[in-house]
């Protein structure tokens, strides 16, 4: 069975970030990580019925603010300003950590240092003595999101592949990873498998080269 490569290239972070929007399911309740993540909002409109929930409490978060738009009051977690969406909402950082931890969350998308076949994700702190560790909210959006998708570029920057038989870097989340959206394809994990549901800028043997784990193609269509 082919998987469908559907970029002559590499996605860009904003390419992809349309991708990620795309499979965001109506109605649900997300948050957005910092980095990457946080271009997802740029791709959701008021006809997606999608509401962005962020740790520092704002529920109903639009996309980046420009120009005359920008407020410094209204920032996401990433300290970006932001818009407000019609009916947003504004409560304390702690009852927004509760409605984390409480499985109010449909999906989370974070960033990742590694991610692996288990869906096992490491993101905090790369395990080096002189590594400045960054919690921030990810233990909890991990644990207490229904589903977690990771969004990364696919090799980091001297080459080895984020996604790895085993996670190496200390762990955020245990099992929580079931999508990974990367600039050379879409993988599904589950029961310990990975599968591809589509590539950008390279075909599929290609990308099974450039990673350690066993690649599968997904059924298509795949969401």
């Known amino acids: 069975m082919s998987v469908p490569q559907n970029s002559d290239h590499p996605l860009s972070p904003e390419e992809l970030a349309e991708v990620v929007a795309r499979d965001i399911p109506a109605g649900a309740y997300v948050n957005l ?14 006809e997606d019925d999608v509401t962005l929930h962020t740790e520092n409490g704002m529920l109903g978060m639009g ?3 420009h120009g005359d738009e920008v407020d410094p009051d209204l920032i996401n977690a990433g300290k970006i300003p932001v818009v407000e969406t019609e009916g947003c909402s504004y409560f304390h950082h702690a009852d927004s950590f509760a409605m984390m931890r409480g499985g109010h969350l449909d999906c989370c998308v974070l960033g990742a240092f590694q ?3 288990q869906g096992n994700l490491a993101n905090w702190h790369t395990g080096k003595p002189d590594a400045i560790p960054a919690v921030g909210g990810a233990m909890d959006l991990a644990t207490g999101a229904k589903q977690t998708f990771v969004m990364m570029t696919l090799k ?9 038989k085993e996670c190496t870097m200390p762990l955020t989340g245990v099992g929580c990873v079931s999508r990974i959206y990367t600039d050379l394809g879409v993988f599904l994990l ?18 099974a080269q450039q990673v350690e784990v066993e690649l599968t193609p997904a059924q298509w269509p795949a969401r």
Not at 34 to 45: E, F, W
């Open 33 to 46: 990580g910092i980095g990457q993540p946080t271009l997802v909002s740029n791709y959701l409109s008021a």
């Open 63 to 65: 996309a980046e603010a």
């Open 115 to 117: 991610v692996d076949q």
């Open 156 to 164: 980091a920057k001297k080459g080895q592949s984020k996604l790895v």
């Open 190 to 207: 589950e029961d310990g498998k990975v599968t591809v549901r589509e590539t950008f800028g390279v075909g599929f043997d290609e990308l």
